[in-house]
């Protein structure tokens, strides 16, 4: 998993509230059980003119210059709602989507994305609405800075916004790590209460191995 630093980029307005999993990526674009492959099918109920095709809708943002460029997504409240698919995510990803900036989150949305690599930032209505005026003036010149380090957003005039995340999910991010690496960093913690916990209770270990 890429690490997640600092991230300077265009950002695109998306802002609907309710975005489901189902809207990221509909069913009949999941065609395949591996991370790639999805790009194509990223909001294919609004990308594209009739369902099943490719033709673009020039209407909607991610298909407009610069947007297509964007590395970090403007969206309403409850981004990632529905279903658990983790299809959603990978397709972001794929796609080019490292952060998302919403007032809230699908839950098992907001841990899929995180253990894949994308940012999911929580701010107010108010202020998603504001960053996102401010992006639609120069899009390519109105860039959004994340600092997942200092916690902080920066908008395009300079503001900064602080947000919180987990510290087990920021540390995950930070080291690009997923949630099995994340444990094995205290693996020698882990082995020496095996240790200290097999001298203790020896019966709780009847016909099992002790790794050493």
Request: proline share 5%; charged share 25%.
């Amino acid at each position: 998993m890429e690490k997640f630093t600092t991230l300077t980029a265009i950002a695109a307005p998306l802002l609907r509230i309710n975005v489901d999993t189902d809207a990221i990526i509909p069913s009949r674009e999941m065609k395949t059980v591996s991370k790639t492959g999805l790009a194509d099918g990223l909001f294919a109920g609004w990308r594209y003119r009739t369902l099943g095709s490719r033709d673009e809708d020039p209407g909607f943002v991610l298909n407009q210059e610069p947007y297509r460029r964007a590395r970090i997504l403007l969206s309403g409240a409850n981004f990632g709602c529905g279903s658990s698919r983790e299809h959603a995510v990978w397709a972001l990803a794929e796609w080019g989507i490292r952060a998302i900036v919403a007032p809230s989150f699908g839950a098992i949305f907001q841990g899929n994305c995180v253990r894949n690599g994308i940012l999911p930032v929580v701010l107010a209505e108010d202020v998603v609405a504001d960053l996102a005026h401010q992006v639609s003036a120069d899009p390519a010149a109105r860039l959004v800075t994340v600092d997942l380090g200092a916690c902080r957003l920066t908008a395009p005039d300079g503001g900064t916004h602080a947000f919180a995340i987990a510290p087990a999910d920021r540390e995950m991010l930070l080291e690009g790590l997923d949630a099995i690496a994340l444990t094995m960093k205290r693996d020698d913690e882990i082995l020496a209460f095996q240790a200290r916990d097999h001298l203790r209770r020896p019966w709780i270990y009847l016909g099992e191995v002790v790794r050493k």
